[in-house]
């Protein structure tokens, strides 16, 4: 079995229900998903969507109703024991003792995994000056700030150099400067082979850090793919471009360009005194943002603004959904949300308020 | 097999040294007992006469009584650390590594045993100053036996933190069981004191049994029945509980 093609994580028909009073609850609702190894994968979705119950079957936590998973190859119903050993977890509580140093918290960790103390000592030293926790590792944790008390427990899932790494939540409650640096440390694990497995319910957190993405929502996966490739796939990029000519002028650029391929739609508004606005949405920003300078040069009619909106993971959700990612908060989750319907006039909308 | 010693020597050392991070509990742990022996043993002194004190001096009754009430109280605070690790993620961080839950409830009963065993040196140092007559064969198989009910009291104490998760719950669950526990064992002043009814619900109650052998046991008879009887239910009750805290540890969720 070759380690560095198979699948990191191997998802298939998940399933998880809670007892809570007045019946059940589905929180897992058959979830398929592949983790390639090497990778830093995301599972995105508002507070509720089962993001967190599927980490915990994943890291042997919480026993599945029904399904199958596998991690680093081992069976996570039928070999935990092998599943913890390949694996590092860095929970939303955190987990640090916090009585406890930053070192004494380290060294138990690195030998429950069979460390000798002489091994488990240079390990720690090496992750403290890795996570640059070197002036703090002999003081109790509850004096650390968060973002290092963050950066010891990130260091505690991985003391082990396990290969598959799972973080549930872990930007949240960071400033940006610790978020940026946890996102550098994630990176750096990834080259160096580790696979990262993260929940957030962060939209650029997913997109920029995150090389896939599975959006979660209600217990099920409703996109998966590459962050770029899922907002190509569900919505266009909006241009949007003022320029000095009068309305039928503009009209007849908008003939020139209605026919270029990368061009999905278009509209011209009236402006307010001599101008209008051509409104746009393309495939491809670049080109069809070159085409209306070209149309409008070509023609003489000068550029007064121009503007480009990359559509969101969030219009991703907002298509799959009806809400936004944003709106589908804890206290407005669930099945009595709102709901205006599909292919509602929302993505032009969400591009607006990002113009 | 060496990976499970290693663990359980590691978690027993880590509880040790969150003991020792708070003299508080120490001081107390240890002024307690001797309080105990202080201001409530002059008070049996005028019940010397009765026939529940054979052979004379009252310390021989109410010395095993204050040892029992150390080992029940060193086991009974197990759960409150429980639940604080519960809630700060420690459980569920040491949950998701290969180490044994066995070997993590152990780290806590073993430390709850040494919590048992200096008070327990200590009160007996200062009853033999009292007056206490000390057998020493005796008094080795009663730390013994009293180490089995403080690690039974102790992987009680955690199980029932892990399943009730709440402080409130846990104190309301501990306080409400201490006490008829307590005094259905005749921990204080013997059963035989009581009425019929009282002795004979007494039999239903294990702590009642290593009592009763703490007492033969103190007195320095080793071979009877009732060290034998007292021996059995112990062993019994803390395998029993070792088994329940171990399977509280596999499915214990924040």
């Known amino acids: 079995m070759s380690s560095s093609t198979a699948p990191a994580v191997l998802v298939t028909g998940l399933r998880k229900s809670f007892r809570v009073a007045g019946g059940t609850v589905e929180a897992v609702s058959g979830i398929d998903l592949t983790v390639r190894a090497g990778e830093i994968f995301g599972l995105l979705g508002p507070n509720g969507a089962g993001k967190t119950t599927t980490l915990r079957i994943l890291t042997t936590l919480l026993p599945a109703d029904a399904g199958d998973a596998c991690v680093a190859g081992a069976d996570v119903r039928r070999a935990p024991g092998s599943v913890r050993r ?49 002036a703090l590792v002999g ?44 996102w550098e440390q ?26 896939r993405v599975a959006i979660v929502d209600h217990g099920r996966v409703i996109a998966l793919g590459r962050p770029d490739e899922l907002k190509q796939r569900y919505s266009a990029d909006t241009i949007t471009v003022t320029a000095e000519a009068p ?48 149309a409008l040069a070509s023609r003489g009619i000068p550029t007064r603004a121009a503007s480009v909106a990359r559509p969101s993971l969030d219009d991703v959700f907002l298509r799959e959904t009806g809400r936004s990612l944003r709106d589908a908060g804890p206290d407005r989750a669930g099945p009595d949300v709102a709901d205006p319907g599909p292919g509602g006039t929302g993505t032009g909308a969400a591009a607006e308020v990002a113009a | 097999m060496t990976a499970f010693f290693v663990q359980t020597g590691l978690f027993f050392r880590r509880k040790l040294v969150e ?10 742990g240890l002024t307690t007992p001797v309080l105990y022996l202080a201001l409530f043993a002059p008070l049996l002194r005028s019940l010397g006469g009765e026939p529940a ?11 095993p009584g204050i040892l029992v ?35 993590l409830l152990l780290g806590t009963v073993l430390r709850d045993v040494v919590m048992f065993a200096v008070p327990g040196a200590v009160v007996i140092a200062v009853g033999a100053a009292f007056g206490y007559h000390v057998h020493w064969g005796g008094l080795v198989l009663l730390f013994a036996l009293l180490a089995l009910l403080t690690a039974a009291c102790s992987a009680t104490s955690s199980a029932l933190g892990l399943k009730l998760k709440q402080i409130g719950s846990l104190a309301a ?82």
């Open chain 1, 186 to 211: 994630l990176r750096l694990l990834r080259e160096g082979g580790t696979t990262v497995v993260l929940t957030t319910h962060y939209l650029d957190e997913a997109d920029q850090l995150c090389d």
């Open chain 2, 19 to 28: 003991t020792l991070r708070q003299p508080v509990w120490i001081i107390t």
């Open chain 1, 247 to 294: 309305l039928p002028v503009l009209d007849a650029v908008a003939r020139d360009l209605a026919d270029a391929p990368f061009i999905a739609s278009l509209v011209v508004d009236a402006g307010l005194r001599d101008g209008g606005t051509i409104r746009l949405t393309a495939t491809d920003a670049t080109r069809a943002m070159a085409a209306v300078f070209d």
């Open chain 2, 173 to 254: 669950v501990v306080t409400g069981t201490q006490l008829p526990l307590t005094l259905l064992a005749g921990i204080l002043l013997p059963l035989s004191l009581g009425p019929t009814w009282l002795r004979v619900l007494g039999h239903f109650n294990p702590l009642y049994y290593a009592v009763q052998a703490a007492r033969s046991l103190a007195a320095g008879t080793v071979t009877s029945g009732t060290v034998g009887l007292g021996f059995l239910v112990m062993a019994a009750v803390a395998a029993l509980t070792v088994c329940w805290g171990t399977r509280a540890y596999q499915r214990a969720m924040a």
């Open chain 2, 53 to 63: 004190f054979p052979g004379g001096h009252v310390l021989d009754v109410f010395v």
């Open chain 2, 69 to 103: 009430l150390i080992a029940f109280g060193a086991g009974m605070g197990a759960g409150w650390p429980v639940i604080w690790e519960l809630d700060s993620g420690v459980i569920e961080r040491l949950r998701v590594t290969p180490a044994s839950r066995l070997a």
């Open chain 1, 139 to 182: 003081r109790p944790v509850r004096t650390y700030s968060g973002g290092q008390r963050r950066r010891l427990e990130v260091a505690l899932g991985i003391v082990h150099r396990p290969r598959v790494l799972f973080l549930d939540e872990p930007t949240t409650g960071l400033d940006p400067q610790n978020r940026a640096n946890l």
């Open chain 1, 86 to 134: 390949l694996i590092g977890y860095v929970g939303q509580l955190g987990g640090a003792d916090k009585d406890a140093t930053g070192r004494e918290n380290l060294m138990l960790a690195a030998r429950l995994y069979g460390m000798s103390a002489d091994a488990a000592g240079r390990r720690c030293a090496e992750l403290a000056e890795v996570f640059d926790l070197d």
